[in-house]
């Protein structure tokens, strides 16, 4: 990507120059950016600590439990919902771009009841209304139901977004060739809405993440629900919010720094 | 990309199915270390002293034999040998979490275990779901008991099934030291916090009918207001933090001392307002309930007998016996 200079002498051309100042300021800019952080921070610790907020004897101890057992549950809710979500949704925009008035019907109104709902009544809902129709789930499927039913109606407009964004060459191309409606939809407009949907896939996952946090009120025992009972246990309720916080964005940077590179894996076939 | 697009829709369903696999290993380990450790000691109590004192020493409903043929819900868990007991784990010394080990501990946890243990169930599974769920009914199968320092009230004799208490906590109101009230009296007109769904709330509300066992039940200061806030522990959390929208707390005695040996900026007010008789609940709208309560009840009243109780109530709350007013 940086510019390739061409060395005729053993004076550097001002293209040379030029290319070692936007070098050097880049440089710059990166340092003062991490001078920033590290400075806010450490000011935010440091408040927290002397405001007597934060106790460290809780943190040496109870923090291992906090982190291992709950950081453990909350990404296995979050992959698995994820991989639900995203079964669900290309199923939502399939029926939401549907000519069929029932499939259609369906897929629409999954879309509506379920974004114009709160999460956290869904979550309840699943957890005490399906044992009502027999269908009694343990707490942590329970939750990943809850959180892929939710996502999957807002990834539906996303991913509907994505396969009505696939150029209307491409399929009026293939099927210029003969190839049949379902492998148009299959081998042509889906791995190209894909490519287009996989960075909004990645933002959903990552609000997925913080949201997780609404299934501990029922008994899903993930990151806040052990922050909160041993912060409570302990009598240092705000300690252990406190690191639950601090670990939710620890997860979501580094999530955030996955989805960078996937992305830009996708986006090499653009070049 | 075919084929990786079909591995992927393979490992799809797969991952899914180790997620539901895995919650069903999890909760039960926890009890089930904790078990032997803390029953140890009690179970050679009853063998002794049980015969000789089959009468309840409180009013118990006719259930004082042990019930001859368990049926319904009392034959399910029976033979499942395995019990599924909520629990809150956010209000110590009733339930918390060891610090250490996070695993579950406290007097309602113990108690727990030895009802399970003399209903003659090797597993004890505790769930976690909020407090205002468990009061509110219902519970969907999806726990058999709760023994979560519940109050019995008329209001919610409707929706769940209550045995005889199992301890007694006094109603402690307490302010913080910037307030400056020093009596009950003083509290008039202001804002008291208070847990949500619990019977603190009903109190400052007007709306708390106890049963005729609990005794005298004081007015509330007059012209008070009631906030809530999630768990009875975040009201001290708001004075810590610099909030004082309110001057009040209304709690379990025990859960304001432990808030003020934690400095807590809290203090008590006056004698107890009320003390709240705490029993062992089940979902009333579970048809065959009959023989588990009864037999509940009826393994409470030797555990009150044997002192059993007592020494539980004396272990966790620091020499103090809570099982009787």
Redesign the interface.
Known sequence: MSGETVAQADQPTVVERLARAKVRARRLFRFKFFVVWVVLVAGFGVAFWFAGRVDPEFLRVSGPIIILRGVQITILLCLSSIVLATILAVLGALGRLSTNAYINGVASLYVSVVRGTPLLVQILFIYFGLPQLGIVLPAIPAGIIALSFNYGAYMTEIFRAGIQAVPPGQREAAAALGMPEHLIMRRIVLPQAIRIVVPAIGNEFIAMLKDSALVSVIAVQELLWWAQRLGRSALQPMTGLLLAAVVYWILTMAFSLLQERLERRLARSDR | ?TIRARAALLL?PL??LT??A???A??TMAPATQAPATQAPMTEAPMTEAPMTEAPMTETPATSTPAAEPDGHLARILEADTIIAFT?????PQS???????DYEGFDIDVTLEIAERLGVSNVEF????FD?VVAG?W???FDMAVGSVTITEPRREVLDFTQPYYFTPAQLATHPDAGITDIAGFAGETICVGEATTYLDWLEGTLQLPAEAGEVADPPEGVVSTTLP?D??CA?AW??GRFEFNGWLTAQPTAQ??ID?A?PVVLVGDPVFFEPLAVVFDGSVEDNDSLVAEVDRILGEMHADGTLTELSEKWYDGLDLTSQ
């Open positions: 990309m799809a991952l899914v997620a539901c895995a919650p069903a999890s909760p809150d784990p956010a209000y110590p918390f979490l060891n610090e250490e080990t996070g769930t976690t779901p909020s769920l219902n969907a199968d999806r768990t522990l975040d959390t810590q933090s432990a808030a934690e807590f």
